[in-house]
């Protein structure tokens, strides 16, 4: 596949980029910093100039901060791009942590983080509107950095993932891996899903 990928200097975004290209695909990779000559410098806010830089591709990735972005915005880029595939990385914030409690809303969650959950938030329920797009969120588990690209995790919907010792994660390299398979092989259009160990 022909695949864009904004955001591809982040930390998820790097990853995606390595694991669809080992995979044989063919990635453009577009953030608005980029001057490496591997990839097109573009803002993600000029909605123009990012349809222009997705036309083309038979797939749309994007990994970048909702609290930074008109979340629409992108959305309405992919639309004028005329590519239908679009997956989003997500953020944990939305999923449940406990029966009527999202991860975002327990009593200990980062106050910092708290603005990025808002936009994630925002930004699934406008996705949950589009119907002209085969649009797929993946939301990480809580603890999401670098590791180890294991190829073991599991998969879940809107609940997070717990593992030993009451710990939720899963690294960048295996969320990669995930974003990669759902591309080849899309098992959760138009809805959220979640990884973790």
């Known amino acids: 596949m022909k695949v864009a990928v904004i955001g591809a ?3 998820a975004g790097q990853r995606i980029v390595t694991e669809l290209r080992a995979r044989g695909h063919d990635v453009t990779r577009i953030a608005r910093g980029i001057d490496d000559g591997d990839g097109v410098a573009v ?3 000029d909605t123009a100039a ?3 830089a997705l036309r083309g591709h038979d797939a749309v990735v994007s990994s970048v901060k909702f609290k930074f972005f008109d979340t629409q915005l992108l959305i ?3 639309r004028a791009s005329g590519v239908s595939r679009y997956v989003v990385v997500g953020g944990a914030g939305t999923l449940w942590f406990a029966p009527g409690v999202r991860e975002g809303e327990r009593p200990d969650f980062p106050e910092m983080a708290k603005e990025e959950v808002g936009k994630g938030a925002r930004f699934l329920g406008q996705l949950r509107e589009v119907e002209d797009l085969d649009w797929t969120f993946l939301s990480p588990s809580r603890e999401f950095v670098p590791g180890e690209r294991t ?7 809107d609940d997070l993932l717990f593992w ?3 710990r939720s994660g899963i690294s960048y390299e295996d969320y990669a891996i995930a974003i990669a398979d ?3 092989h899309p098992a959760h259009v138009r809805t959220r899903f979640t990884v973790g160990y």
């Open 9 to 11: 200097t982040g930390n």
């Open 43 to 45: 803002d993600a806010t």
């Open 50 to 52: 990012l349809a222009e």
């Open 76 to 78: 309405d880029a992919v």
């Open 151 to 157: 190829g073991k995790f599991r998969t879940g919907k």
């Open 164 to 166: 030993a010792e009451g």
């Open 182 to 184: 759902e591309l080849e």
